[in-house]
Protein backbone atom coordinates (compact mmCIF):
# COMPACT_ATOMS: atom_id res chain seq x y z
CA UNK A 1 0.00 0.00 0.00
CA UNK A 2 1.76 3.59 -0.92
CA UNK A 3 1.49 6.28 1.42
CA UNK A 4 0.32 8.98 -0.71
CA UNK A 5 -3.58 7.50 -0.77
CA UNK A 6 -3.15 7.01 3.05
CA UNK A 7 -1.57 10.78 3.37
CA UNK A 8 -4.40 11.96 1.56
CA UNK A 9 -7.20 10.26 3.35
CA UNK A 10 -5.69 11.67 6.74
CA UNK A 11 -5.74 15.08 5.35
CA UNK A 12 -9.34 14.72 4.63
CA UNK A 13 -10.28 13.58 8.18
CA UNK A 14 -8.05 16.07 9.57
CA UNK A 15 -9.74 19.02 7.48
CA UNK A 16 -13.30 17.45 8.06
CA UNK A 17 -12.28 17.78 12.16
CA UNK A 18 -11.10 21.32 11.83
CA UNK A 19 -14.39 22.14 9.45
CA UNK A 20 -16.24 21.43 12.39
CA UNK A 21 -14.38 23.26 15.17
CA UNK A 22 -13.60 26.40 12.33
CA UNK A 23 -17.82 26.89 11.29
CA UNK A 24 -18.62 26.69 14.81
CA UNK A 25 -16.07 28.90 16.35
CA UNK A 26 -17.03 31.39 13.58
CA UNK A 27 -20.49 31.49 14.40
CA UNK A 28 -19.79 32.31 17.77
CA UNK A 29 -17.15 35.22 16.90
CA UNK A 30 -18.39 37.03 13.97
CA UNK A 31 -21.88 37.30 16.82
CA UNK A 32 -19.56 37.96 19.52
CA UNK A 33 -16.67 39.25 18.10
CA UNK A 34 -14.46 37.93 20.92
CA UNK A 35 -11.94 35.46 21.36
CA UNK A 36 -14.20 32.53 23.05
CA UNK A 37 -10.80 30.32 24.86
CA UNK A 38 -13.77 28.05 26.31
CA UNK A 39 -15.05 26.85 22.87
CA UNK A 40 -12.31 24.12 22.67
CA UNK A 41 -13.43 22.99 26.08
CA UNK A 42 -16.87 22.07 24.50
CA UNK A 43 -15.49 18.97 22.82
CA UNK A 44 -13.78 17.55 25.83
CA UNK A 45 -17.70 18.19 27.63
CA UNK A 46 -19.00 15.94 24.87
CA UNK A 47 -16.64 13.49 25.28
CA UNK A 48 -16.56 13.19 28.63
CA UNK A 49 -20.77 13.28 28.26
CA UNK A 50 -20.84 10.34 26.08
CA UNK A 51 -18.31 8.50 28.54
CA UNK A 52 -20.33 8.93 31.55
CA UNK A 53 -23.90 8.62 29.92
CA UNK A 54 -22.33 5.13 28.06
CA UNK A 55 -19.98 3.90 30.18
CA UNK A 56 -21.10 4.78 33.71
CA UNK A 57 -24.59 5.00 33.24
CA UNK A 58 -24.98 2.25 30.35
CA UNK A 59 -27.57 3.85 28.53
CA UNK A 60 -27.27 3.01 24.98
CA UNK A 61 -24.80 4.75 22.65
CA UNK A 62 -26.83 6.42 20.44
CA UNK A 63 -28.93 7.89 23.60
CA UNK A 64 -25.59 9.05 24.93
CA UNK A 65 -24.36 10.90 21.78
CA UNK A 66 -28.26 12.61 21.51
CA UNK A 67 -27.81 13.40 25.27
CA UNK A 68 -23.99 14.70 25.23
CA UNK A 69 -24.84 16.97 22.65
CA UNK A 70 -27.49 18.37 24.00
CA UNK A 71 -26.00 18.95 27.24
CA UNK A 72 -22.70 20.27 25.84
CA UNK A 73 -25.34 22.88 23.77
CA UNK A 74 -26.77 23.93 27.44
CA UNK A 75 -23.15 24.57 28.64
CA UNK A 76 -22.25 26.55 26.51
CA UNK A 77 -25.86 28.22 26.06
CA UNK A 78 -24.81 28.72 30.36
CA UNK A 79 -21.41 30.75 30.08
CA UNK A 80 -23.11 32.51 27.72
CA UNK A 81 -25.83 33.68 30.11
CA UNK A 82 -24.00 33.61 33.31
CA UNK A 83 -21.07 34.88 32.81
CA UNK A 84 -20.35 37.01 28.96
CA UNK A 85 -23.77 38.02 28.78
CA UNK A 86 -22.70 40.32 31.89
CA UNK A 87 -19.90 41.07 30.97
CA UNK A 88 -21.36 42.22 27.47
CA UNK A 89 -23.93 44.24 29.67
CA UNK A 90 -21.36 45.64 31.69
CA UNK A 91 -19.89 47.31 28.49
CA UNK A 92 -16.93 44.60 29.14
CA UNK A 93 -13.94 45.24 26.03
CA UNK A 94 -13.51 42.45 23.95
CA UNK A 95 -10.44 41.72 26.06
CA UNK A 96 -11.84 41.26 29.18
CA UNK A 97 -14.07 39.01 27.76
CA UNK A 98 -11.15 37.08 26.74
CA UNK A 99 -9.85 36.74 29.88
CA UNK A 100 -13.33 35.61 31.67
CA UNK A 101 -13.20 32.88 28.43
CA UNK A 102 -9.25 31.32 29.58
CA UNK A 103 -10.80 31.41 33.17
CA UNK A 104 -13.93 29.14 31.59
CA UNK A 105 -11.44 26.99 30.09
CA UNK A 106 -9.10 25.94 32.83
CA UNK A 107 -12.74 25.73 35.04
CA UNK A 108 -14.23 23.49 32.39
CA UNK A 109 -10.95 21.64 32.37
CA UNK A 110 -10.37 21.14 36.11
CA UNK A 111 -14.09 20.08 36.79
CA UNK A 112 -13.88 17.23 34.39
CA UNK A 113 -10.41 15.95 35.53
CA UNK A 114 -11.41 16.19 38.93
CA UNK A 115 -14.64 13.79 37.86
CA UNK A 116 -12.98 12.05 35.34
CA UNK A 117 -9.02 12.19 35.90
CA UNK A 118 -6.75 13.14 33.32
CA UNK A 119 -5.98 10.09 32.25
CA UNK A 120 -6.50 9.39 28.31
CA UNK A 121 -9.70 7.69 28.32
CA UNK A 122 -11.85 5.75 24.50
CA UNK A 123 -15.24 6.33 23.79
CA UNK A 124 -14.74 3.23 21.14
CA UNK A 125 -14.78 0.54 23.27
CA UNK A 126 -18.62 0.41 23.50
CA UNK A 127 -19.14 0.12 19.81
CA UNK A 128 -18.80 -3.23 18.13
CA UNK A 129 -15.72 -3.68 16.54
CA UNK A 130 -15.09 -1.11 14.38
CA UNK A 131 -15.40 -1.82 10.62
CA UNK A 132 -12.22 -0.80 8.25
CA UNK A 133 -13.12 0.36 4.64
CA UNK A 134 -9.82 0.25 1.92
CA UNK A 135 -10.30 3.36 -0.54
CA UNK A 136 -7.99 3.90 -3.58
CA UNK A 137 -5.46 2.30 -1.15
CA UNK A 138 -5.80 3.81 1.78
CA UNK A 139 -7.15 2.87 5.12
CA UNK A 140 -10.44 4.40 6.89
CA UNK A 141 -12.37 3.55 9.90
CA UNK A 142 -16.10 3.21 10.00
CA UNK A 143 -15.50 6.32 12.99
CA UNK A 144 -13.53 8.33 10.27
CA UNK A 145 -16.22 7.94 7.83
CA UNK A 146 -18.76 8.97 10.19
CA UNK A 147 -16.60 12.00 10.64
CA UNK A 148 -16.59 12.78 7.13
CA UNK A 149 -20.06 12.51 6.75
CA UNK A 150 -21.09 14.95 9.66
CA UNK A 151 -18.71 17.29 8.60
CA UNK A 152 -20.56 17.14 5.13
CA UNK A 153 -23.63 17.43 6.46
CA UNK A 154 -22.91 19.98 9.10
CA UNK A 155 -21.57 22.18 6.91
CA UNK A 156 -24.47 22.12 4.56
CA UNK A 157 -26.63 22.58 7.50
CA UNK A 158 -24.95 25.57 8.56
CA UNK A 159 -25.39 27.34 4.89
CA UNK A 160 -28.74 26.34 4.76
CA UNK A 161 -29.56 27.61 8.44
CA UNK A 162 -27.61 31.27 8.05
CA UNK A 163 -28.81 31.40 4.53
CA UNK A 164 -32.08 30.24 3.79
CA UNK A 165 -33.95 30.65 6.79
CA UNK A 166 -35.14 33.74 8.47
CA UNK A 167 -33.17 33.10 11.71
CA UNK A 168 -30.26 32.73 9.67
CA UNK A 169 -30.37 36.05 8.33
CA UNK A 170 -31.23 37.54 11.93
CA UNK A 171 -27.86 36.11 12.69
CA UNK A 172 -26.05 37.59 9.65
CA UNK A 173 -27.35 41.11 10.58
CA UNK A 174 -25.99 40.64 14.48
CA UNK A 175 -22.50 39.65 12.79
CA UNK A 176 -22.89 42.73 10.44
CA UNK A 177 -23.94 45.67 13.00
CA UNK A 178 -25.20 44.25 16.59
CA UNK A 179 -26.59 47.77 17.74
CA UNK A 180 -28.78 47.84 13.96
CA UNK A 181 -29.75 44.64 15.01
CA UNK A 182 -31.02 46.03 18.09
CA UNK A 183 -32.81 48.92 16.79
CA UNK A 184 -34.57 46.76 14.11
CA UNK A 185 -35.85 44.60 16.71
CA UNK A 186 -33.72 41.60 17.37
CA UNK A 187 -32.94 40.82 20.54
CA UNK A 188 -29.46 40.69 20.29
CA UNK A 189 -28.73 38.83 23.75
CA UNK A 190 -31.40 36.16 23.23
CA UNK A 191 -30.13 35.22 20.16
CA UNK A 192 -26.74 34.85 20.58
CA UNK A 193 -27.56 32.44 23.79
CA UNK A 194 -28.95 30.32 20.90
CA UNK A 195 -25.71 30.63 18.77
CA UNK A 196 -24.02 29.58 21.71
CA UNK A 197 -26.11 26.56 22.23
CA UNK A 198 -25.68 25.63 18.57
CA UNK A 199 -22.01 26.45 18.58
CA UNK A 200 -21.32 24.69 21.71
CA UNK A 201 -23.38 21.60 20.74
CA UNK A 202 -21.25 21.20 17.09
CA UNK A 203 -17.84 21.15 18.79
CA UNK A 204 -19.17 18.77 21.94
CA UNK A 205 -20.55 16.58 18.96
CA UNK A 206 -17.02 16.60 17.37
CA UNK A 207 -15.30 15.80 20.95
CA UNK A 208 -17.46 13.24 20.81
CA UNK A 209 -16.63 11.74 17.28
CA UNK A 210 -12.80 12.40 18.42
CA UNK A 211 -13.73 10.06 21.17
CA UNK A 212 -14.71 7.41 19.01
CA UNK A 213 -11.88 7.97 16.98
CA UNK A 214 -8.69 8.44 18.78
CA UNK A 215 -10.14 9.48 22.61
CA UNK A 216 -10.37 11.98 25.14
CA UNK A 217 -8.67 14.10 27.75
CA UNK A 218 -9.60 17.29 30.08
CA UNK A 219 -7.24 19.42 27.78
CA UNK A 220 -8.05 18.25 24.22
CA UNK A 221 -10.35 21.20 23.55
CA UNK A 222 -7.43 23.93 23.70
CA UNK A 223 -5.20 22.19 20.52
CA UNK A 224 -8.77 21.39 18.84
CA UNK A 225 -9.56 24.78 19.48
CA UNK A 226 -6.20 26.40 17.76
CA UNK A 227 -6.65 24.39 15.21
CA UNK A 228 -9.81 25.38 14.35
CA UNK A 229 -9.08 28.87 14.79
CA UNK A 230 -6.08 28.61 12.14
CA UNK A 231 -8.71 27.21 9.71
CA UNK A 232 -10.90 29.95 10.19
CA UNK A 233 -7.80 32.73 10.09
CA UNK A 234 -6.28 30.80 7.03
CA UNK A 235 -9.83 30.87 5.26
CA UNK A 236 -11.09 34.48 6.44
CA UNK A 237 -12.78 34.77 9.67
CA UNK A 238 -16.29 34.80 9.63
CA UNK A 239 -16.98 33.27 6.31
CA UNK A 240 -18.34 29.56 5.79
CA UNK A 241 -17.12 28.51 2.80
CA UNK A 242 -13.21 30.39 3.73
CA UNK A 243 -13.60 27.99 6.86
CA UNK A 244 -13.99 24.96 5.33
CA UNK A 245 -11.22 25.78 2.64
CA UNK A 246 -8.82 26.75 5.42
CA UNK A 247 -9.77 23.35 7.44
CA UNK A 248 -8.67 21.22 4.71
CA UNK A 249 -5.98 23.37 3.85
CA UNK A 250 -4.59 22.86 7.16
CA UNK A 251 -5.61 19.36 7.12
CA UNK A 252 -3.22 18.60 3.70
CA UNK A 253 -0.70 20.76 4.78
CA UNK A 254 -0.15 19.40 8.40
CA UNK A 255 -0.26 15.55 6.87
CA UNK A 256 2.04 16.09 4.23
CA UNK A 257 4.16 18.03 6.19
CA UNK A 258 5.05 15.56 8.03
CA UNK A 259 5.57 13.19 5.19
CA UNK A 260 9.14 12.84 5.80
CA UNK A 261 9.97 14.19 9.14
CA UNK A 262 8.24 13.16 12.33
CA UNK A 263 4.68 13.34 13.21
CA UNK A 264 5.52 16.26 16.59
CA UNK A 265 6.12 18.51 13.70
CA UNK A 266 2.40 18.68 13.12
CA UNK A 267 1.05 21.45 15.47
CA UNK A 268 4.89 23.49 14.20
CA UNK A 269 3.68 22.95 10.73
CA UNK A 270 0.35 24.16 11.41
CA UNK A 271 1.59 27.52 13.32
CA UNK A 272 3.95 28.06 10.75
CA UNK A 273 0.90 28.47 8.25
CA UNK A 274 -0.81 30.66 10.45
CA UNK A 275 2.19 32.91 10.74
CA UNK A 276 2.40 32.96 7.28
CA UNK A 277 -0.75 33.71 6.48
CA UNK A 278 -0.69 36.56 9.03
CA UNK A 279 1.83 38.25 7.38
CA UNK A 280 0.94 37.74 4.10
CA UNK A 281 -2.56 37.67 3.62
CA UNK A 282 -3.91 38.51 6.92
CA UNK A 283 -8.01 38.55 6.20
CA UNK A 284 -7.50 34.91 4.85
CA UNK A 285 -8.13 33.36 1.60
CA UNK A 286 -11.70 34.60 0.71
CA UNK A 287 -12.05 37.84 2.21
CA UNK A 288 -10.32 40.46 0.36
CA UNK B 1 -52.49 64.59 20.30
CA UNK B 2 -48.64 63.80 21.40
CA UNK B 3 -47.22 60.57 20.58
CA UNK B 4 -43.83 61.20 22.03
CA UNK B 5 -42.84 63.80 24.77
CA UNK B 6 -39.53 64.33 26.65
CA UNK B 7 -39.79 65.19 30.15
CA UNK B 8 -36.56 66.81 32.00
CA UNK B 9 -34.55 64.76 30.03
CA UNK B 10 -30.54 64.56 31.00
CA UNK B 11 -27.62 63.24 29.34
CA UNK B 12 -24.17 63.71 30.29
CA UNK B 13 -21.09 62.59 28.99
CA UNK B 14 -17.86 62.59 31.70
CA UNK B 15 -20.14 65.21 34.02
CA UNK B 16 -20.90 67.60 30.30
CA UNK B 17 -24.69 67.76 29.35
CA UNK B 18 -24.98 66.74 26.32
CA UNK B 19 -29.03 67.08 26.52
CA UNK B 20 -29.68 69.28 29.86
CA UNK B 21 -33.28 68.93 31.28
CA UNK B 22 -34.97 68.55 27.58
CA UNK B 23 -38.87 68.74 27.89
CA UNK B 24 -40.43 68.59 24.36
CA UNK B 25 -43.10 67.23 22.76
CA UNK B 26 -43.80 65.85 19.58
CA UNK B 27 -47.42 65.87 17.98
CA UNK B 28 -48.73 62.67 16.34
CA UNK B 29 -49.20 62.79 12.41
CA UNK B 30 -46.65 66.17 11.41
CA UNK B 31 -43.08 66.22 10.31
CA UNK B 32 -41.03 67.60 13.26
CA UNK B 33 -37.54 68.92 12.68
CA UNK B 34 -34.92 69.37 14.88
CA UNK B 35 -32.39 72.07 14.14
CA UNK B 36 -29.35 73.55 15.88
CA UNK B 37 -25.68 74.13 14.85
CA UNK B 38 -23.54 71.02 15.23
CA UNK B 39 -22.86 69.94 19.20
CA UNK B 40 -26.24 70.97 19.97
CA UNK B 41 -27.79 67.54 21.34
CA UNK B 42 -29.56 66.51 18.13
CA UNK B 43 -28.39 63.18 17.48
CA UNK B 44 -28.07 62.45 21.27
CA UNK B 45 -31.60 63.49 21.85
CA UNK B 46 -32.29 60.56 18.51
CA UNK B 47 -29.93 58.07 20.21
CA UNK B 48 -32.22 58.41 23.84
CA UNK B 49 -35.34 58.00 21.75
CA UNK B 50 -34.21 54.99 20.03
CA UNK B 51 -32.86 53.50 23.13
CA UNK B 52 -28.88 53.94 21.53
CA UNK B 53 -28.16 55.93 24.97
CA UNK B 54 -29.25 55.34 28.70
CA UNK B 55 -31.34 57.70 30.15
CA UNK B 56 -29.15 59.76 32.66
CA UNK B 57 -32.30 61.20 34.00
CA UNK B 58 -36.18 62.62 33.34
CA UNK B 59 -38.32 60.31 31.12
CA UNK B 60 -39.74 59.52 27.75
CA UNK B 61 -43.63 59.10 27.46
CA UNK B 62 -45.03 57.39 24.08
CA UNK B 63 -48.14 57.87 22.87
CA UNK B 64 -49.61 59.59 26.30
CA UNK B 65 -48.95 57.05 28.59
CA UNK B 66 -46.21 55.04 28.31
CA UNK B 67 -43.78 56.38 30.68
CA UNK B 68 -40.16 55.12 29.91
CA UNK B 69 -36.55 56.22 31.92
CA UNK B 70 -34.95 52.79 30.82
CA UNK B 71 -35.82 51.98 27.22
CA UNK B 72 -33.62 48.94 25.16
CA UNK B 73 -32.63 49.50 21.80
CA UNK B 74 -35.00 45.97 20.67
CA UNK B 75 -37.77 47.38 22.38
CA UNK B 76 -37.88 50.96 20.61
CA UNK B 77 -39.57 48.96 17.61
CA UNK B 78 -42.34 47.44 19.84
CA UNK B 79 -42.71 51.20 20.41
CA UNK B 80 -43.68 51.62 17.43
CA UNK B 81 -40.37 53.72 16.72
CA UNK B 82 -37.81 53.48 14.39
CA UNK B 83 -34.37 55.56 12.82
CA UNK B 84 -31.49 56.50 10.55
CA UNK B 85 -28.59 57.21 11.64
CA UNK B 86 -26.58 60.42 10.07
CA UNK B 87 -23.85 58.44 9.23
CA UNK B 88 -25.03 55.44 7.38
CA UNK B 89 -25.64 52.10 8.80
CA UNK B 90 -26.48 49.21 7.00
CA UNK B 91 -25.97 45.10 7.31
CA UNK B 92 -22.73 45.93 4.81
CA UNK B 93 -22.56 41.82 3.67
CA UNK B 94 -26.10 41.27 2.83
CA UNK B 95 -27.72 42.03 -0.07
CA UNK B 96 -30.11 44.93 -0.65
CA UNK B 97 -32.71 42.52 -0.62
CA UNK B 98 -31.52 40.48 2.82
CA UNK B 99 -31.45 44.15 4.70
CA UNK B 100 -35.21 44.80 4.16
CA UNK B 101 -36.16 41.05 4.59
CA UNK B 102 -34.45 40.94 7.81
CA UNK B 103 -36.45 43.38 9.64
CA UNK B 104 -39.74 41.52 8.54
CA UNK B 105 -38.49 38.27 9.84
CA UNK B 106 -40.38 36.48 12.72
CA UNK B 107 -38.89 37.15 15.78
CA UNK B 108 -39.86 33.80 17.40
CA UNK B 109 -36.91 31.64 17.21
CA UNK B 110 -38.29 28.21 16.35
CA UNK B 111 -40.83 29.87 13.52
CA UNK B 112 -37.74 31.58 12.06
CA UNK B 113 -35.54 28.57 12.24
CA UNK B 114 -37.85 26.81 10.03
CA UNK B 115 -39.39 29.41 7.68
CA UNK B 116 -38.55 30.73 4.19
CA UNK B 117 -39.73 34.27 3.77
CA UNK B 118 -42.62 34.07 1.71
CA UNK B 119 -44.24 36.23 -1.24
CA UNK B 120 -45.74 38.17 1.68
CA UNK B 121 -42.74 39.75 2.98
CA UNK B 122 -41.11 39.83 -0.75
CA UNK B 123 -44.02 41.98 -1.54
CA UNK B 124 -43.36 44.41 1.15
CA UNK B 125 -39.78 44.28 0.33
CA UNK B 126 -40.46 45.21 -3.55
CA UNK B 127 -42.67 48.32 -2.69
CA UNK B 128 -40.14 49.98 -0.65
CA UNK B 129 -37.59 48.85 -2.47
CA UNK B 130 -39.11 50.42 -5.67
CA UNK B 131 -39.55 53.33 -3.41
CA UNK B 132 -36.49 54.43 -3.34
CA UNK B 133 -35.40 53.15 -6.63
CA UNK B 134 -33.23 50.46 -5.52
CA UNK B 135 -35.33 47.03 -6.88
CA UNK B 136 -33.15 46.67 -9.53
CA UNK B 137 -30.40 45.79 -7.70
CA UNK B 138 -31.85 43.82 -5.05
CA UNK B 139 -28.87 41.00 -5.29
CA UNK B 140 -26.09 43.75 -5.05
CA UNK B 141 -24.31 43.41 -1.81
CA UNK B 142 -25.20 46.62 0.17
CA UNK B 143 -21.43 47.23 0.77
CA UNK B 144 -21.28 48.10 -2.88
CA UNK B 145 -23.63 50.33 -3.33
CA UNK B 146 -23.07 54.22 -3.63
CA UNK B 147 -23.55 56.52 -0.95
CA UNK B 148 -26.47 57.83 -1.47
CA UNK B 149 -27.89 54.44 -2.93
CA UNK B 150 -26.78 53.15 0.28
CA UNK B 151 -28.53 56.21 2.19
CA UNK B 152 -31.91 55.87 0.45
CA UNK B 153 -31.95 51.67 1.18
CA UNK B 154 -31.37 52.78 5.06
CA UNK B 155 -34.73 54.95 4.51
CA UNK B 156 -35.95 52.10 2.78
CA UNK B 157 -35.38 49.64 6.11
CA UNK B 158 -37.12 52.27 8.21
CA UNK B 159 -39.75 52.05 5.97
CA UNK B 160 -40.33 48.42 6.13
CA UNK B 161 -40.59 48.50 9.91
CA UNK B 162 -44.13 50.30 9.47
CA UNK B 163 -43.36 52.32 12.68
CA UNK B 164 -45.45 55.16 14.00
CA UNK B 165 -42.38 57.58 14.94
CA UNK B 166 -39.58 57.89 11.88
CA UNK B 167 -36.20 59.29 13.34
CA UNK B 168 -34.19 60.77 10.50
CA UNK B 169 -30.92 61.98 11.11
CA UNK B 170 -29.67 63.92 7.97
CA UNK B 171 -31.69 62.07 5.48
CA UNK B 172 -30.90 64.43 3.44
CA UNK B 173 -26.86 65.37 3.56
CA UNK B 174 -24.97 64.22 0.98
CA UNK B 175 -27.80 63.52 -1.71
CA UNK B 176 -27.77 63.99 -5.11
CA UNK B 177 -31.18 66.58 -6.50
CA UNK B 178 -33.30 63.69 -7.80
CA UNK B 179 -32.65 61.45 -4.71
CA UNK B 180 -33.44 64.00 -2.04
CA UNK B 181 -36.42 64.62 -3.99
CA UNK B 182 -37.71 61.03 -3.41
CA UNK B 183 -36.76 61.47 0.11
CA UNK B 184 -38.86 64.23 0.87
CA UNK B 185 -41.66 62.32 -1.62
CA UNK B 186 -41.33 59.78 1.38
CA UNK B 187 -41.48 62.13 4.24
CA UNK B 188 -44.79 64.10 2.82
CA UNK B 189 -46.36 60.52 1.98
CA UNK B 190 -45.29 59.40 6.20
CA UNK B 191 -47.49 62.90 6.79
CA UNK B 192 -49.95 62.05 4.62
CA UNK B 193 -50.67 58.13 6.31
CA UNK B 194 -50.65 59.91 9.81
CA UNK B 195 -47.16 58.89 10.71
CA UNK B 196 -44.78 60.82 12.91
CA UNK B 197 -41.24 61.93 11.37
CA UNK B 198 -38.66 64.11 13.55
CA UNK B 199 -36.49 65.10 11.17
CA UNK B 200 -32.63 66.75 11.79
CA UNK B 201 -31.87 68.70 9.01
CA UNK B 202 -29.17 71.40 8.47
CA UNK B 203 -31.09 72.80 4.85
CA UNK B 204 -33.52 75.43 5.86
CA UNK B 205 -34.82 75.45 2.90
CA UNK B 206 -36.12 71.65 3.47
CA UNK B 207 -37.09 72.86 7.05
CA UNK B 208 -39.45 75.40 5.85
CA UNK B 209 -41.06 73.05 2.60
CA UNK B 210 -41.65 70.14 4.85
CA UNK B 211 -41.60 70.58 8.77
CA UNK B 212 -44.93 71.62 10.90
CA UNK B 213 -42.99 72.62 13.70
CA UNK B 214 -39.87 73.04 14.87
CA UNK B 215 -37.86 72.93 18.00
CA UNK B 216 -34.65 74.91 17.83
CA UNK B 217 -31.56 72.91 20.39
CA UNK B 218 -28.48 74.86 21.71
CA UNK B 219 -26.11 73.12 24.04
CA UNK B 220 -28.41 70.50 25.10
CA UNK B 221 -31.14 73.18 25.80
CA UNK B 222 -34.48 74.30 23.81
CA UNK B 223 -33.74 77.36 22.39
CA UNK B 224 -37.04 78.05 20.17
CA UNK B 225 -40.09 76.35 19.22
CA UNK B 226 -42.81 76.63 17.16
CA UNK B 227 -43.67 77.03 13.12
CA UNK B 228 -40.76 77.19 10.88
CA UNK B 229 -41.81 80.33 9.15
CA UNK B 230 -42.56 82.53 12.54
CA UNK B 231 -38.79 80.78 14.36
CA UNK B 232 -36.60 81.20 11.64
CA UNK B 233 -37.25 84.59 10.90
CA UNK B 234 -36.54 85.89 14.66
CA UNK B 235 -33.71 87.87 14.05
CA UNK B 236 -31.63 85.88 17.04
CA UNK B 237 -31.80 82.93 15.57
CA UNK B 238 -30.99 83.66 12.24
CA UNK B 239 -27.85 85.32 13.46
CA UNK B 240 -26.79 82.71 16.50
CA UNK B 241 -27.36 79.66 14.47
CA UNK B 242 -27.72 79.93 10.92
CA UNK B 243 -25.06 82.67 10.21
CA UNK B 244 -26.80 84.75 7.42
Known amino acids: MGILPQLILNSIIAGAIYTLVALSFNLIYSTTKFFNLAHGVMAAIGGYAVFYFSKTLGLDIHIAIVLGVILTGFVGFGVDKFIYLQLRKRKASNMVLLVASLGVMTALQAIIAILFSSRFKTLSGNIDTQKIFTILGGVITQTQLVILLSAVLIMAGFVIFLYKTQFGKTVRAISDDEEVARIIGINTNKIIGYIFFIGSAVTGFTGILIGFDVGIEPTMGLSLLLKGVIASIVGGVGNIYGGVLGAFLLGFVENFGIWKISGEWKDAIAFALLIVFLIFRPRGIMNK | MKIIETKNLVKRFNGVYAIDRLSIGIEKGQITGIVGPNGSGKTTLINLLSGVLKIDSGEIVVDGTEKITRILPHQVFFYGITR ?161
Open chain 2, 84 to 244: TFQNVRLFEQMTVLDNILVVITERNIFSSLFEKHIEYHHKIAEEVLQKVGLWKKKNQLAANLSYGQRKLLEIARALAMKAEVYLFDEPFAGLFPEMRKIVSVIVQELKQKNKTVILIEHDIGLIRELCDYIFVMNEGRLLAEGKPESVLERKEIIEAYFGN
